[in-house]
């Protein structure tokens, strides 16, 4: 099979030929129809994840058919249509998996990062982490839902009911959950790039209220605000944002260094929170709710062995919506 696989950190995915995996025990073999490209794969190929499991087929956003099915599996047959997410395996005994929190399992593994990914014609995926992918999305327009908006949703959830909701880095992840917010009657604020005329149109067009650089300030305190960018300089900025009460929410799994920052910006009972991974709890109710929503996702497609150009498009602000790669 075709697969574009990151060999050494710092350098560009190269397209190998890989053998079929087999389907161990517990897992499918799922023949990818499409593959997101998110952050996360820039994170991983530039080192600033630890210990990657090179070299490893990059990619987390899986849309696919499952071929064959290992033993032990139940609920996943051969023919069904699945998403695979970031969060890949975990051991189903520590305490964070007994209770709820499998998300911070500390021997969990991550699909294109710890084990093989998408980026490729077929990869070997745990049953126990594939979800059902709801109809009315091809299966282009559905991968990112398995990590943009997963991580969006969960994040979402951490807002509580804030009315004002601000959403730094508008990016695969913002342009979905701003369709979510606005439908369930929030009040959306966007915040982009500097400059980025044609991004803040884009958070307008889909439901957005305000749409401004991340250097300026909302027209209204925010109750809540979720930063999407990478950029530690943003959280000073949200916690000037938000109203007494507000919470800031950090959803990437990674950030540059937070900047020091007085104390009286966070006072007034103002909290930070990052969020970490997803639950397969996140996923069923994510799907549920992206298949209710008229929600809409806007990919640019990207022939598997282009995955390089999509990820620099990713890195340098270029695409609007979500890159997505199609063996």
């Not at 087999?22 to 996360?40: D, F, I, N």
Request: aromatic share 8%; proline share 7%; glycine share 12%.
């Amino acid at each position: 099979m075709r697969a574009m696989v990151l060999e050494r950190i710092g350098e560009r995915p190269v397209l190998r030929d890989r053998p079929v995996p087999e389907p161990g025990t517990g897992e499918v073999l799922v023949r990818v129809s499409a593959c997101g490209v998110c952050r996360t794969d820039l994170h991983v190929g530039d080192g600033d994840l630890p210990e990657p499991s090179l070299p490893v087929i990059l990619g987390h956003e899986v849309v696919g058919t499952a071929e064959a099915v290992g033993s032990n599996v139940s609920g996943v047959e051969p023919g069904d249509r699945v998403g695979v997410p970031w969060l890949g395996w975990t051991c189903g005994a520590c305490r964070f998996c007994s209770s709820g929190r499998e998300n911070l399992c500390p021997r969990a593994r991550f699909t294109g990062y710890t084990r093989d990914g998408g980026f490729a014609e077929y990869l070997a995926t745990d049953a126990r982490y594939c979800f059902r992918v709801p109809d009315r999305f091809g299966d282009a327009e559905a991968a990112p839902l398995l990590c943009a908006g997963l991580i969006g949703y969960r994040s979402y959830r951490m807002t509580g009911d804030a009315p004002r909701l601000g959403l730094y880095g508008f990016g695969a992840a913002a342009h979905i959950l701003c369709q979510i917010a606005a439908h369930e009657g929030r009040e959306v604020f966007a915040f982009t790039r500097p400059g980025d005329r044609r991004g803040q149109g884009f958070a307008r067009s889909l439901g957005a209220a305000w749409a401004g650089g991340s250097d300026e300030q909302p027209p209204a305190p925010l109750d809540a605000a979720i930063i999407f960018a990478p950029v530690g300089d943003l959280v000073p900025a949200a916690l000037q944002a938000v109203d007494r009460g507000g919470r800031v929410v950090c959803a990437g799994i990674h950030m540059s260094d937070l900047p020091s920052f007085p104390y009286r910006i966070l006072w007034e009972e103002r909290s930070i929170v990052s969020v970490a991974n997803l639950t397969r709890d996140d996923g069923i109710g994510f799907m549920a709710a992206a298949g209710d929503v008229p929600l809409q996702t806007h990919v640019e497609i990207h022939p598997l062995e282009d995955a390089a150009t999509a990820m620099q498009r990713l890195r340098d602000g270029e695409v609007e919506g979500a890159a997505v790669l199609t063996p």
